[in-house]
């Protein structure tokens, strides 16, 4: 059975199962309704790297709100590590620990036990939005989208509190809004990953290893992304990486997974001088770590560049198609490098682009080696980084 097709039973089952077994559901939530004497809390977030490193306000802001309540969050394993450290957090499911429909209902009933009296689903999707209704959740909010498929719309009735969020505005200013449904009014958008001693230790022995220093003008740069349509071309970063090092100094390190390899050896190859790989050097938990002794980050629209910002790092993001106004750094200066071209923006933070609908991909192919060194000269002297 192909995954897409297996994707579509899925579906189906969830839609006839949810729809059937609604009186029973409806009528053991208004059993337990009112029953807990401490809150209790379930986030369900389906996002990527990214989009989860600018949702962890959001525990903060409960925590706040709420200092002995339970929160607990259910994340897809690939984003999962970014929470690892967090000490708003008392529990992180992995969804994929959940993969069939039997294990699903092994899900329900483990949430079931827990008696959690409020769900925020941060993203649409059809599983997503149906999880804290079998789980008898008494206050159920689903983030609605206009974009979304039918299915993901038919399973979203089944939430009691829906909160549209609207295309071109910034992603806290719909968290906060999800909030306020639990009193919580105030909302500060500082994103933030916690490191501990382990972590910076490992850091300062991988930048020793490779002879870098704290004099060293330490420029990360994040080449690749989940979306392959998001990445600038390879050349482009070879010549940036080279202008760098040749006239400004700059030690030029390359972030990413190991799955990033071929690319990044595909970069450094292309380049007249050196650079260091640092792909698939640092879990994802470390990757904070390390990225705090860079000076500034230079990258396509990924999950590093939200760590980045997360660990105070300023930031060049070579933006091609993305709506930066939905979601972009929060905590230190950023530039965006964009091009106005007819068909800007095709691409958003629920569910983003995967190819360019003109077959032309001009907003990235238009960007040029020197229009990035430009904004990172701007930044530096703006921000004091250098003397240049």
Known sequence: MSMKISAYFNNFFWIFATYLSAPYLYFRIFLRKGKNHKTKILIIHGGKIGDLVCATPVFREIKKKFP????????????????????????????????????????????????????????????????????????????????????????????????????????????ANLLELIGIAEFSPKTEIFIRPEEEKKASNFLKKNNITAEDFLIGIGATAGIKFKEWASDKFAALADQLIEKIKARVIFVGSSDDQPI???????????????????????????????????????????????????????????????????????????KNIYCFPCSFTPFPARTCKEGHLKCLKEITPEEVFDSVIKLISEEKLKNI
């Open 68 to 175: 002995s309540s339970w929160v607990a969050a259910i994340v897809i394993s690939k984003s999962r590590d970014i929470l690892i450290n967090n000490p708003h957090l008392d529990e992180i499911i992995s969804i994929n620990d959940y993969k069939t429909i039997g294990s699903k209902f092994r899900l329900f009933s483990k949430l079931r036990k827990e008696k959690y009296d409020w769900a925020f689903n941060f993203i649409p999707g059809s599983f997503h939005n149906i999880i804290s209704f079998w789980a008898l959740i008494p206050d159920r909010v689903a983030t609605l989208y206009k974009y979304s498929g039918e299915i993901i719309w038919l399973l979203s009735f089944f939430n009691n509190h829906r909160l549209e969020y609207k295309r071109h505005t910034s992603l806290e200013k719909h968290y």
């Open 264 to 338: 990044i050896e595909k970069i450094q190859k292309m380049m007249k001088n050196n650079s260091v790989n640092a792909a698939g050097a640092f879990k994802l938990y470390e990757l904070a770590a390390f990225m705090r002794n860079l000076k500034l980050f230079i990258s396509v629209d990924c999950g590093s560049l939200y760590v980045a910002d997360a660990a105070g790092v300023p930031s060049v993001v070579i933006a091609g198609s993305v709506d930066m106004r939905e979601q972009h750094p929060l905590n230190s200066p950023y530039k965006v490098i964009q």
